[in-house]
């Protein structure tokens, strides 16, 4: 073998050690980066529709004049979808339609509830009002991004949904256009990067700030998300991509080299790792994986990968590798082994969890329904995956009768006077004095 990635054991007196240096993450902020984007963000906050326009042309060498050169309409996506060939609208239309059912079963109702004392309480649901949704499209064209990201939207009942999406010499894919009719998009900006994100978040002359900002981007996207948090909402900072799968030798190995090298070829840092408790079956997957991958288009990524974070890791059995699993919170979590059903329960610390051999992470990234965005580097310890939920506000309905204000003002004066905040008390002690009108 060629050391194509590393081998851990967990018998092994160093495996912590081993394991810490496998898993580190690189957290520092990169000081000039964090500048430049403060730059850029700066820039179009105060220069507004101008500056987006002028960082769009530099940047991305868009051949736009006006800002209207920009902008996307509806017309042009339906177009697109029109035009595509039968077969791929198809396949578009049946992960959409898929990623669409799977998601109205995530949306939240408004509820309420009367109390002894006739108070009425509750929990008042609605849409955001106008989201943002970032789509990569400079190296590569993603028209699943769009889905996964504006469909919930959609779903969740928010009226306006704006792409932006980085359009290098004014060229868009049609796939992402179609996707973009089929997700329901409004409008779409033919801008990226940290400009494109400080245009979301504080609007401009032709484009009104929106409440939050989702998807995946380069690193200067996910710095631009990071300093506007807070003027909007944001779903995450995500790092490098990541499966986690637990075989037995029940799985062609071939199938389980496959499954890691479709994380590992996302880039150079994704993380691949493979846990088993047969030997045999990691030699046998490390073998499938070394006659593989000079048939794999994106061999040098995927080697690079491998070797800064792919692992083949021996436990003594399926319950150590569960635990390891628990410890480690994947993105991805691939169960490969036989009766994998009846473990799922056991595994609480995951993005998105893939029952059996038959059910490969790729089937998840495009059609299976659930969505592809998902917490990384940990993160699944406190997060979740992107769903309806996550455009939807909260809001808390208290509405109190004479007897509830009357019974809660005792007590709400007792709590604030402790406090020693008066006027907190004297406000609740004032509905109290209608008994003695």
Known sequence: MNNLLRRLNAASDTFEADLAALTARHDERDGE???????????????????????????????????????????????????????????????????????????????????????????????????????????????????????????????????????????????VLAAAALAGVDRIVTAGGAQAVAALAFGTETLTGVDKIVGPGNRYVAEAKRQVFGVVGIDMVAGPSEVLIIADDSAPASWMAMDLFSQAEHDEQAQAILISPDDAYLDAVEAAMETLLSTMSREGIIRAALANRGALIKVHDLDDAIALSNRLAPEHLQLAFNDAETRVSELTVAGAIFVGAMSCESLGDYCAGPNHVLPTSSTARFSSPLGVYDFQKRSSIIHCSTEGAMVLGRVASVLARGESLEAHARSAELRLSILDD
Do not use: C
Not at 163 to 170: K, S
């Open 33 to 175: 980066l964090v500048n430049r984007v403060a730059t850029i963000i700066a820039s179009v906050r105060n220069g507004g529709d101008a500056a987006l326009l002028k960082l769009t042309q530099e940047l991305d060498q868009h051949p736009a004049v006006s800002i209207k050169d920009l902008i996307v309409e509806p017309p042009q996506m339906l177009a697109a979808l029109n035009a595509l060939e039968p077969d791929t609208r198809a396949a578009l239309e049946t992960a959409a339609n898929r990623i669409r059912d799977y998601h109205q079963y995530q949306v939240a109702q408004s509820w309420s509830f009367e109390d002894e004392l006739g108070n009425r309480l509750g929990q008042q649901v609605t849409p955001m009002t106008r989201v943002g949704i970032y789509v990569p499209g400079g190296k590569a064209s993603y028209p699943s991004s769009v889905l996964m990201n504006a469909i919930p939207a959609k779903v969740a009942g928010v009226p306006e949904v704006v792409m932006v999406v980085p359009a290098p010499g004014g060229e868009i894919n049609p796939l």
